[in-house]
């Protein structure tokens, strides 16, 4: 693998999610509450997905976007 031991330092979040296929929330950090989903969804590659470990993403903003959202102990909503 090419990428094996390989980091990248991002200034913002939304070059850190370019080209992305999904996100991962291991934190309860207070920035996670607001986000600019639809913001970030126009940078990820379709489908995307957020997976929130922590039950901290603010729910109604992701659903204005075409994020595929999962909550730990939730699961995905139809």
């Not at 999904?22 to 489908?47: C, G, L, N, Q």
């Not at 729910?59 to 139809?78: D, H, L, S």
Request: proline share 1%.
């Amino acid at each position: 693998d090419n990428h094996m031991g390989y980091w990248r330092k991002f200034n913002t979040i939304f070059d850190s999610v370019e080209n992305t296929d999904a996100i991962v929330i291991m934190t309860e950090w207070e920035e996670f509450k607001y986000i600019d989903w639809v913001k970030i969804s126009k940078r990820m590659r379709k489908p995307s997905w957020i997976f929130d470990t922590r039950n901290i993403c603010n729910k109604k903003e992701i659903e204005k976007t075409n994020i595929n959202f999962w909550q730990v102990g939730i699961g995905k909503e139809n």
